[in-house]
């Protein structure tokens, strides 16, 4: 079992930055990967950025070039780094966490919601 805490959210004008942060339960290096994904009003939930266990990233190509993941393990933690944020980005932003062993899980933070006023 994995509990995700997420926190950073909020509003903010176009063209600033916010910083998103995820705590887990347990260590992130137990943890196959981690992630943010994100969902708009009347759209479905889309990937946002991802980090591996062993810190391979990869990124939505609406977000490259602006946003950041990354991690601090001292403290079970992943960030997301939000610049030059856009009207667009505005949604809830959900962490993830996955498990592969014994079975493959997904497991979800509360959500956070992210604003982008133009």
């Known amino acids: 079992q994995v509990q995700l805490v997420e926190s950073g959210g909020g509003l903010v004008q176009a063209g600033g930055s916010l910083r998103l942060s995820c705590t887990a339960s347990?260590?992130?290096?137990?943890?196959?990967?981690m992630g943010w994904y994100r969902q708009a009003p009347g759209k479905q939930r889309e990937l946002v950025a991802t980090i591996s266990s062993g810190g391979s990233t990869n990124y939505a190509d609406s977000v490259k070039g602006r946003h950041t993941i990354s991690r601090d393990s001292s403290k079970n933690t992943v960030y997301l780094q939000m610049n030059s944020l856009k009207p667009e980005d505005t949604a809830v932003y959900y962490c993830?966490?996955?498990?592969?062993?014994?079975?493959?899980?997904?497991?979800w933070g509360q959500g956070t919601q992210v604003t982008v006023s133009s």
């Open positions: 993830n966490a996955v498990v592969v062993f014994p079975v493959r899980r997904n497991y």
């Open positions: 347990r260590s992130i290096f137990s943890l196959n990967a």
